[in-house]
Nanobody, 123 residues
Framework: QVHVVESGGGLVQSGGSLSLTCVAS????????MNWYRQAPGKQRVLVAR???????DYDDSVKDRFTISRDNARDAVYLLMNSLKPEDTAVYYC?????????????????WGQGTQVTVSS
């Protein structure tokens, strides 16, 4: 099995910064995409940033030039540095990891979510 754990959320004032960390563990053979989603109260969960194994990154327009996603392949970790935070960034942030697991033969695809971490930006 593959497990994903996020950390680093909290309360910050508008204009401030926060850094989120997500670490995957378990029977991981390889990781393809590592993604950060967020879900605000009463709204759907949306993709915020994505980084694939080649290093290519994609951002939602609402966070471009403010958020930076990066990954550490040796640690099976992905990070989200959030600068110039706004009240509308308030949400539960979820890490999602996609790849191949070695706990079956042949290996199977996994798509695992973390439990989420709250980010609150006060005005």
């Amino acid at each position: 099995q593959v497990h994903v754990v996020e950390s680093g959320g909290g309360l910050v004032q508008s204009g401030g910064s926060l850094s989120l960390t997500c670490v995957a563990s378990g029977t991981i053979l390889s990781i393809d995409g590592m993604n950060w989603y967020r879900q605000a109260p009463g709204k759907q969960r949306v993709l915020v940033a994505r980084i694939v194994s080649s290093g290519r990154v994609d951002y939602d327009d609402s966070v471009k030039d403010r958020f930076t996603i990066s990954r550490d392949n040796a640690r099976d970790a992905v990070y989200l540095l959030m600068n110039s935070l706004k009240p509308e960034d308030t949400a539960v942030y979820y890490c999602n990891v996609e790849g191949w697991s070695s706990d079956t033969r042949p290996p199977h695809r996994f798509d695992t979510w973390g439990q989420g971490t709250q980010v609150t930006v006060s005005s």
